[in-house]
């Protein structure tokens, strides 16, 4: 079963950084094209950063220069580092995976937490 895990989420001070890490399962990793979402209270998911399976990256313009998605596929783990964190990053993040083959099955981690406070 594909199974999506997110973890490094917590709190940070304005300006800091954090990385978070999304481990895959179910050998689909390979195949797929990964993405982080994030959804603050009272808001609609959106997307933050994806990546394809050769590494083509694209970013929602409220993080160009600050956050970098990467993947490495012998870890079946996608990144997000994120970098000048601000108050409006404040979302639970969520790890997606959409496979190019096929249907193009689509899997969601649970999220993980990322509070930017002083």
């Known amino acids: 079963q594909v199974q999506l895990v997110e973890s490094g989420g ?4 304005p300006g800091g950084s954090l ?6 399962s179910g050998n689909i990793f390979g195949i797929s094209n990964m ?15 994806t ?4 590494s083509s990256t694209n970013y929602a313009d409220s993080v160009k220069g600050r956050f970098t998605i990467s993947r490495d596929n012998a870890k079946n783990t996608v990144y997000l580092q994120m ?18 083959v096929g249907l193009g ?14």
């Not at 990385?19 to 895959?24: D, F, M, P």
């Not at 099955?105 to 002083?118: F, I, K, R």
Request: hydrophobic content about 30%; some cysteine.
């Open 10 to 13: 917590g709190l940070v001070q």
């Open 19 to 24: 990385r978070l890490s999304c481990a895959a």
């Open 35 to 49: 993405g982080w979402y994030r959804q603050a209270p009272g808001k609609e998911r959106e997307s933050v950063a």
């Open 51 to 54: 990546i394809t399976t050769h």
């Open 83 to 100: 970098n000048g964190l601000k108050p409006e990053d404040t979302a639970v993040y969520y790890c997606n995976s959409r496979m190019v």
């Open 105 to 118: 099955a689509e899997y969601w981690g649970q999220g993980t937490q990322v509070t930017v406070s002083s």
